[in-house]
């Protein structure tokens, strides 16, 4: 009665969760890491990996360095010393370091995932993580400069493709950018420029608003980087006849107070630009039974 929870029929009966589930629909692709827990560990280590024989559980010291786990044992029948690693190291000299904190790092980065809120989540698991400092050292002196590399080639050969097809009068270009967090605190900005017929993007912008330009002033950060990124492209020989922007007053100022931008032909994105067409419809609506039922199937098609 009142707020007591009574279950059903249904929702009292056993039930058999499986974990195969997931592993069934992706069981094709192979998974190169596991989650291992501390005692099922140990269980492998019961005896000498070179004699067989059982080795004191006093003696095994397990250890992690970030995600890596080292297990160090000194066997007494045969006296040897063995050391068993949860991952290969990679790199040359004192440089070497664990395949798993690397990859670790550079996914994070790659995903997105803000690294403190990660680091929160394995420290709720008690699941081992190289350090913070490790892993944005590790995205700022291996992760940024192999994605650079990557990015200018797929740039270049996008670039040229537009360029093969691009009409003798220009393209048309549409500019957006992304913030880090929304309002007026955001610390970082990404403006990207796709050609708007070929779907692909050729130019892409990272800002930080304590740039010169920016002055620690956030909103600053789209319409700097919008004019970086197409003035990049107008020198690099691509053609520019039309750009599409979010009507954002500040990226068009800029725009078109520069000399080699104030040309480009200025239009809006549907998107915003429908939101003052739909205020006079629903005015007319209220006298106009047709609008009425025009209005979903109009703005669906144009959509």
Not at 230 to 255: A, C, F, H, Q, S
Request: overall charge neutral.
């Amino acid at each position: 009665q009142g707020s007591e929870y009574v279950p059903s029929e249904e929702s009292g009966g056993d039930t058999e969760e499986s974990d195969s589930e997931e592993t069934s629909e992706n069981g094709k692709r192979e998974r190169k890491y596991r989650i291992v827990g501390n005692e099922q560990l140990l269980e492998l280590f019961r005896r000498c990996k070179e004699c067989g024989a059982q080795l004191d559980t006093s003696e095994v010291v397990m250890r992690e360095e970030g995600s890596a786990c080292i297990v160090d044992y000194a066997c007494l029948s045969c006296g040897k010393s063995v050391t068993w690693r949860s991952q290969s190291r990679i790199g040359k000299g004192k440089s070497t370091v664990y395949e798993g904190n690397q990859e670790i790092a550079v996914g994070a980065f790659i995903t997105g995932v803000p690294i403190p809120r990660f680091t929160d989540f394995a420290q709720l698991l008690g699941l081992g993580l190289p350090t913070e400092r490790a892993m944005r050292r590790t995205i700022r002196d291996i992760a940024c400069p192999a994605i650079k590399r990557v990015f200018k080639v797929w740039e270049a050969h996008v670039r040229s493709m537009v360029k093969d097809v691009a009409e003798p009068g220009g393209i048309a270009v549409s500019i957006d950018g992304q913030y880090d967090s929304p309002g007026f605190n955001a610390n970082n900005c990404k403006v990207t420029i796709m050609d708007a017929n070929l779907k692909v993007a050729i130019a892409g912008v990272s800002l930080h608003k304590h740039e010169p330009e920016i002055g620690g002033v956030s909103i600053r950060m789209e319409s700097t980087g919008a004019l970086r990124a197409l003035v990049e492209l107008i020198d690099d020989g691509i053609p520019i006849k039309t750009r599409v922007t979010d009507r954002n007053r500040m990226v068009d100022k800029k725009l078109r107070e520069h000399a080699k931008a104030k040309s480009i032909v200025a239009e809006t994105d549907w998107w915003h630009g429908q939101k003052n067409l739909k205020k006079i419809w629903w005015q007319a609506m209220k006298n106009s039974p047709i609008l009425t039922q025009l209005y979903c199937p109009f703005f669906n098609h144009l959509y």
